[in-house]
């Protein structure tokens, strides 16, 4: 029989009539069991910041849709990319065609990051954007099977992807033993000292040999805990890259396109990567894509010459329509002043959470701010204080933070901010 899914005026929600129990027993939602054991909150649609759930109540949206809305919701140039590109073609596989949407999107992101890098490959995800530039390193440098990554980093969910995240402290402790084993630094510092240092060149100088690459995330680790470092770091493994023939690979998918307060973090370092991964942002939160973009030395060194992986929807032309307007937005610079507003919004509406027992730091950097825990966040009680105060958060781990969209107003901001002290205080006993 089929099932209502979108009522007609005047008719009962779905949800009403059993539809959070058919997701409880069906639909698998990120990094939880089965079935659900916490109920989500169901959204009905979604406008500038807000997010309205089924019941009739709003809230103010402290996460872009984990980072990726920094547009808001139903942008109005967004909105038309998309309907002009459907009444076109929503898509075309890649092989062997092309679109002017993908060449278009293509010519923005490398005229928009650093200088050098000139070959973009379209991903569907991105953790299949660092799987693109992990192939990338080791098939242009044949006979090395390792890469060098840091503690506490995160580059998503996929094998490959997983295999450079922390598989101690992290997410994906679980499968250590079946994953590829590379080598790992000591999460680089906060202040970078004469030790840090001595550390990296010692590691890569060991294992030079046997090493293609290092990945990191510029200056912002992500999932793996929110941790800011010192941009000098990444300013020395680009010199040790250089000394020992390695590629240097920047995972900017969740700290490019303004959200540090540079377009793209490395820049924070004035360093130009070999190679460099993009997505979340890239879209707006339309849809999914990603990029990894290489320089020439890369892509004329790949062993055989072609890079062996190709997606089904690879360069999605819907996508590259929207990323096109969404990087076109981001391309008239009126980010940096909303990110520098948010920054100042957050260091000021955070600074009372300091006063709470139980936090152990307070950080802020463009347009994220966290507090940190000294044991793990009650989810629940944490969650349930942010919707009280009309905002949505999601906290993790030892952290309650945000990642506010760009076009977050003053006021808004100020309840978000409300919400993290708030949400510290409620779950900072677990």
Known sequence: ??????PAAGEASPWAGGLSELDRRHVWHPYGPMPGTQAPLPVASAE???LRLADGRELVDGMASWWCAVHGYRHPVLDAAAHAQL???????FGGLTHEPAVRLARRLVEMVPEGLEHVFFADSGSVAVEVAIKLCLQARPGRTRLLTVRGGYHGDTFGAMAVCDTVGGMHRLFTGALAEHVFADRPPAVLDDAYAEHLRALVARHADELAAVIVEPVVQGAGGMWFYDPRVLGLLRALCDEHG????ADEIATGFGRTGALFACEHAGVVPDVMCLGKALTGGYLTL???LCTAAVADALEGGALMHGPTYMANPLACAVALASTGLLAEGGW???V???ER?????LEPALALPGVTDVRVLGAIGVVQLAGGVDVAAATAAAVAEGVWLRPFRDLVYTMPPYVTGDDDLARITRAVVGAAAAGGGA
Do not use: N, S, Y
């Open 87 to 93: 009444d076109r073609m929503a898509h075309v596989m």
């Open 246 to 249: 390695l590629f240097l690979v």
């Open 340 to 342: 520098a507003r948010i």
């Open 336 to 338: 940096r002043e909303d």
């Open 1 to 6: 029989m089929r099932e209502v899914l979108h």
């Open 345 to 349: 919004g957050l260091r000021a509406g």
């Open 48 to 50: 500038g910041v807000r």
């Open 290 to 292: 990603a990029a990894t």
